[in-house]
Each structure stands twice: as structure tokens, then as C-alpha cells.
């Protein structure tokens, strides 16, 4: 638990803020976050980096809220985006486009020619059919687009199957002497600058060994290609810090960096800028979810709290059997085992399972920690259920930052048609 939240006065708060306020005011469920822990989090990324010229760019689709996205761009953050969507919110929430970096492997003509209007800082391509494309756009509009090749350096992260990508058979990036060839063509290509090399390895890394090697990995290419001529003048070593959901034993930033600053510090000295991708280490732990227990029930012998907020408000339980800790917000210290279910009608549809969890009775206030990152932003209307309000705390004050959805955005631009 992020130290903005903790029990003072008898509940839990956040910042100075009781939880049970904003449950009071905003309804349930709603997720909280902490304007503190977010700038906390940035902060400890940046002074990792010190003494390195360097960018700590901010993973977009781990919380994408408007408010979110100013507060980080606010704190001199970058942004690292992978939809047209994405750079629609960023470029709302203040962005400098100079300091956007554009991933994802399937990059549509649209979002290729938004990116090259805005004239973002980089494209992490993904595959030469993708940098093909990209140069017929850039022509077309008679525009250069800067272009960082991702690597695949061919490495596993030991984290979640559905969150790593830095394998061999993954189908993210580009393997590296592919790259090599790749970048002995780039004079074909008129309207593409080749400036930065790119990698990410995956998600909720623990384990620096894997990461560490992926850097070197691809730090060799850098070199590489610098010595065949190119100015590369940025190499992203991309996100994927773990944060503590349970117990386990996660590097500091300061480690994270360390474990590679040589290699950094070399490249650093030959005129390259370092630039990183954070989502889950800055957004996860500044978050929450807080929900009410709408019934208690007991099932084939198990313990069942029924909560208000189900998979639809909170999916990486049901999709990666994630564990978020719950607490009491009235901190009531009394514990039973039982399984913290929501009522969406799916056997999937936990937010914890068979834990031991807060014996709360009907009514009572509970928050699922660490929810700031792929909380609402993997949220959906599944089962025609609104997505909860998002509300950020700073200090003593608090504001509704999404509006709980009403019942006529679930069937927004939904149409009958005349032959019904
Ligand atoms: C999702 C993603 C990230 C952020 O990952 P986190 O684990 O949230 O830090 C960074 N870079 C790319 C290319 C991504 O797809």
C-alpha cells in the first residue's frame, strides 16, 4: 500500500481525505487516486535517471484519465501512446507532442497520419511492412517521420504470459539482425528519419536479469548502428516496472536503472538520450477501487461477499488471476475466509478469491489497493453496467474526475433502424 493511503482516525484515507467522504458523495464503485503517490512515483523515475540525459515518458493506457494525463504532464512528464485515441488525450491534456512516442503493432493509416500532423517526438515500428506504410503517409503529406525501431531481443521477463512481450515468438518488434538489415535499407526511404532504437520486454517485471539483459542487448545494436553512421539519437528501454500487489520483492527505480547505468552512461556519452515508458510503477499503487458489500452469502461451504463493483470495473482478476489487496475502510480488524465476488453474471467475475479477506458486513465500505493502474482504463459496460466515477485526491481536497456513466451513455450512439 502506496504511503498516501493509510488508517488515521479510526478509517482509511487517502491523503488527507477519508475514503468513506468520497463513497458518501460520489457513490460506489469508484476508483480513488492519489495525486501524491502519482507524483511520488514520477519523481523516483526521473531521480533514477540522474545524471543521464533522459525522458521518463508515461505509459498512457495504465490510466488515461484527462486529469491524470495534465497532472503527469504538469510534473514534466513525456507520454508514450499506442492509438490514435491515446494521442487524442494526451494532446487534450497538454502534451508536448515533442515529447510523445507512438508504440503498438498495428498502427492504422489514420493514427500514422495523426501522429506525422502533431509531429510527435518518435514511431516505435514494429515490422517493415509498418515502416513501408509509414513512409507512403509521410510522402503523401510531405512529412518526415522520425522512426525508432522496436527490437525484440528475444528475452523472457518470468512475468504473466498475457504481459510479456520480449520473447522470440511474441509478436511485438523486430529481432535484431533483422534490425541490422533493416537499417542498411533506410536510405530507400525518403520521408523516414531512423533517429531511435526501442524495446519492451513486458509488464510487472520483479526480476532485473531479464530486463538487464534485453538493454544490453539491444544497447549493442545502438552501438552498432552508431558505427555504421547513424545518429541515434534516442534509445527507449521501455516500461514494465513491477509494483508490490502482495508480497513481492520488487526493484526501486534507482535499481532498475543501476543495474544497466554503465551501459546507459556510455551511450549517454555518445549523444544518445535515454527515455523510458512507465505505466503500472507510476498510476498502480496511487489508486484504488472502493466498493460496497451489497450481501453476504454462503455457497457449496464457501463465503461469498457480493461487492458493487464486479469484472467490468476491475478485470485483472478475472483475466490475469491477479491479487489486489482488500481493506476495510472503517477498519474493522476482524477477518474470515470468503471470496469477494461482484454480480456480474460470469463464475469469472471475482475481485479476489477464496482470501481471507475483511469480515464486512452488508453495506460496508471496501478498497481494492493498488487499482490505479489497468483498472478503469480495461473497464467496460458488460452486463449494461456503467463505469464507475473516478475521483483524484490532492491533500485535503477531492474531485470528480469521470462522471459515473448514466444509463443513457450505455446505449450511446446505438440506432433502431427504420425497417424495425
Ligand atoms: C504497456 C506498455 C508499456 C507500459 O507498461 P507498464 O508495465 O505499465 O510500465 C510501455 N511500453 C509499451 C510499448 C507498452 O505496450
Given at each position: 500500500?502506496?504511503?498516501?493511503?493509510y488508517?488515521?482516525e479510526?478509517?482509511?484515507?487517502c491523503?488527507?481525505?477519508?475514503?468513506?467522504?468520497?463513497?458518501?458523495?460520489?457513490g460506489?464503485?469508484?476508483?480513488v487516486?492519489s495525486?501524491?503517490?502519482?507524483?511520488?512515483?514520477?519523481?523516483?523515475?526521473?531521480?533514477?535517471?540522474?545524471?543521464?540525459?533522459?525522458?521518463?515518458?508515461?505509459?498512457?493506457k495504465?490510466?488515461s484519465?484527462?486529469?491524470?494525463l495534465?497532472?503527469?504532464?504538469?510534473?514534466?512528464?513525456?507520454?508514450d501512446?499506442?492509438s490514435?485515441g491515446?494521442?487524442?488525450?494526451?494532446?487534450?491534456?497538454?502534451?508536448d507532442?515533442?515529447?510523445?512516442?507512438?508504440?503498438?503493432?498495428g498502427?492504422?493509416?489514420?493514427e500514422?497520419?495523426?501522429?506525422?500532423?502533431?509531429r510527435?517526438?518518435?514511431?516505435?515500428?514494429?515490422?517493415?511492412s509498418?515502416l513501408?506504410h509509414l513512409?507512403?503517409y509521410?510522402?503523401r503529406h510531405?512529412?518526415?517521420?522520425?522512426?525508432?525501431l522496436?527490437?525484440n531481443?528475444?528475452?523472457?521477463?518470468?512475468?504473466h504470459?498475457?504481459i510479456?512481450t520480449?520473447?522470440?515468438?511474441?509478436?511485438?518488434?523486430?529481432?535484431?539482425?533483422?534490425?541490422?538489415?533493416?537499417?542498411?535499407?533506410?536510405?530507400?526511404?525518403?520521408?523516414l528519419?531512423?533517429?531511435?532504437?526501442h524495446?519492451?520486454i513486458?509488464?510487472?517485471?520483479?526480476?532485473?536479469?531479464?530486463?538487464?539483459e534485453?538493454?544490453?542487448?539491444?544497447?549493442?545494436?545502438?552501438?552498432?548502428?552508431?558505427?555504421?553512421g547513424?545518429d541515434i539519437k534516442?534509445?527507449?528501454?521501455?516500461?514494465?516496472?513491477?509494483?508490490?500487489?502482495?508480497d513481492?520483492?520488487?526493484?526501486t527505480p534507482?535499481e532498475?536503472?543501476?543495474a544497466v547505468r554503465?551501459?546507459?552512461?556510455?551511450?549517454?556519452t555518445?549523444?544518445?538520450?535515454?527515455?523510458?515508458?512507465?505505466?503500472?510503477?507510476?498510476?498502480?499503487?496511487?489508486?484504488?477501487?472502493?466498493?460496497?458489500?451489497?450481501?453476504?452469502?454462503?455457497?457449496?461451504?464457501?463465503s461469498?461477499?457480493?461487492a458493487d463493483?464486479?469484472?467490468?470495473?476491475?478485470?485483472?482478476?478475472s483475466?490475469?488471476?491477479?491479487?489486489?489487496?482488500?481493506?476495510?475502510v472503517?477498519?474493522?480488524?476482524?477477518?474470515?475466509?470468503?471470496?469477494?465476488?461482484?454480480?456480474?453474471?460470469e463464475?469469472?467475475?471475482?475481485?479476489?478469491?477464496?482470501?481471507?479477506l475483511?469480515?464486512?458486513?452488508?453495506?460496508?465500505?471496501?478498497?481494492?489497493?493498488?487499482?490505479?493502474?489497468?483498472?478503469?482504463?480495461?473497464?467496460?459496460?458488460?452486463?449494461?453496467?456503467?463505469?464507475?466515477a473516478?475521483?483524484?485526491v490532492?491533500?485535503?481536497?477531492?474531485?470528480?474526475?469521470r462522471?459515473?456513466?448514466?444509463l443513457?451513455?450505455?446505449v450511446?450512439?446505438?440506432l433502431?433502424?427504420a425497417?424495425?
Amino acid at each position: 500500500m502506496d504511503d498516501s493511503y493509510y488508517y488515521g482516525e479510526g478509517e482509511l484515507r487517502c491523503e488527507s481525505v477519508a475514503l468513506s467522504e468520497i463513497a458518501e458523495s460520489a457513490g460506489t464503485p469508484t476508483y480513488v487516486y492519489s495525486y501524491g503517490a502519482l507524483e511520488k512515483a514520477y519523481r523516483e523515475l526521473d531521480e533514477a535517471f540522474a545524471g543521464l540525459d533522459h525522458l521518463v515518458c508515461y505509459a498512457v493506457k495504465a490510466n488515461s484519465n484527462l486529469a491524470v494525463l495534465r497532472a503527469l504532464a504538469s510534473f514534466g512528464a513525456g507520454a508514450d501512446i499506442v492509438s490514435g485515441g491515446e494521442l487524442y488525450r494526451v494532446m487534450r491534456a497538454g502534451f508536448d507532442p515533442k515529447k510523445v512516442v507512438f508504440a503498438g503493432v498495428g498502427k492504422t493509416e489514420e493514427e500514422m497520419i495523426s501522429g506525422l500532423g502533431e509531429r510527435i517526438l518518435l514511431f516505435n515500428v514494429e515490422s517493415v511492412s509498418e515502416l513501408e506504410h509509414l513512409e507512403r503517409y509521410a510522402a503523401r503529406h510531405g512529412k518526415t517521420a522520425r522512426v525508432s525501431l522496436r527490437i525484440n531481443p528475444d528475452v523472457t521477463p518470468e512475468t504473466h504470459a498475457h504481459i510479456s512481450t520480449g520473447q522470440g515468438t511474441s509478436k511485438f518488434g523486430i529481432p535484431v539482425d533483422e534490425a541490422l538489415a533493416l537499417a542498411g535499407r533506410m536510405g530507400e526511404y525518403r520521408f523516414l528519419d531512423l533517429i531511435g532504437i526501442h524495446q519492451h520486454i513486458g509488464s510487472q517485471i520483479t526480476k532485473l536479469e531479464p530486463y538487464a539483459e534485453s538493454v544490453e542487448k539491444s544497447a549493442g545494436l545502438v552501438e552498432e548502428l552508431k558505427r555504421r553512421g547513424f545518429d541515434i539519437k534516442y534509445f527507449n528501454i521501455g516500461g514494465g516496472l513491477g509494483i508490490r500487489y502482495k508480497d513481492e520483492e520488487v526493484p526501486t527505480p534507482k535499481e532498475f536503472v543501476d543495474a544497466v547505468r554503465p551501459t546507459l552512461e556510455a551511450l549517454g556519452t555518445s549523444g544518445t538520450k535515454i527515455l523510458c515508458e512507465m505505466g503500472r510503477y507510476i498510476a498502480g499503487n496511487a489508486g484504488v477501487l472502493l466498493t460496497r458489500v451489497l450481501y453476504r452469502k454462503n455457497s457449496g461451504g464457501k463465503s461469498f461477499l457480493i461487492a458493487d463493483a464486479g469484472m467490468n470495473d476491475l478485470l485483472r482478476p478475472s483475466l490475469y488471476d491477479a491479487y489486489h489487496e482488500v481493506r476495510s475502510v472503517n477498519n474493522g480488524a476482524a477477518t474470515a475466509a470468503a471470496g469477494l465476488v461482484g454480480p456480474v453474471c460470469e463464475t469469472g467475475d471475482y475481485l479476489a478469491r477464496d482470501r481471507t479477506l475483511p469480515d464486512a458486513a452488508e453495506g460496508d465500505l471496501l478498497a481494492l489497493m493498488s487499482a490505479g493502474a489497468y483498472g478503469f482504463s480495461m473497464a467496460s459496460n458488460y452486463n449494461s453496467r456503467p463505469r464507475p466515477a473516478e475521483v483524484l485526491v490532492k491533500g485535503d481536497r477531492w474531485s470528480v474526475i469521470r462522471e459515473r456513466e448514466h444509463l443513457a451513455d450505455l446505449v450511446k450512439g446505438e440506432l433502431i433502424p427504420a425497417f424495425l
